[in-house]
């Protein structure tokens, strides 16, 4: 199985953060440098999740809005749901 490279991260925090993050990784049973990574890793993620999912939201209304200002010419199929629809409304209303 082939190794894969690792990356170092360093940071500066302030003493009573850190002894706030080895509290958190004592609870959760395992080294501080794993829980912070995997605590950041989750963080990353939903932040991207959150990011495309507002960016896909964004593109979706842009798309509604010009089909609302700027709609498709009806093609048969609307066309005779349209008039099964007017059948429909006409006979109830008697």
Same mark, same amino acid.
């Given at each position: ?22 509290? @958190? ?5 395992? &080294? +501080? /440098?794993?829980?912070?990574? %995997?605590?950041? =890793?989750? #963080?990353?993620? @939903?932040?991207?999740?959150e990011?495309? &999912? +507002? /960016?896909?939201?964004?593109? %979706?209304s842009? =798309?509604? #809005? ?15 749901? %349209? ?12």
């Amino acid at each position: 199985m082939a190794k894969v490279k690792m990356e170092r991260l360093e940071a500066r925090i302030a003493p009573q953060q850190k002894k706030l993050l080895e509290r @958190a990784a004592n609870l959760r049973g395992t &080294t +501080l /440098t794993n829980f912070v990574v %995997a605590s950041a =890793q989750q #963080a990353a993620t @939903a932040t991207i999740s959150e990011f495309e &999912t +507002l /960016t896909l939201h964004a593109e %979706a209304s842009r =798309q509604f #809005a010009d089909l609302l200002l700027n709609p498709p010419k009806p093609n048969d199929a609307l066309r005779a749901a %349209a008039k099964r629809h007017l059948r429909k409304q006409r006979s109830s209303d008697r």
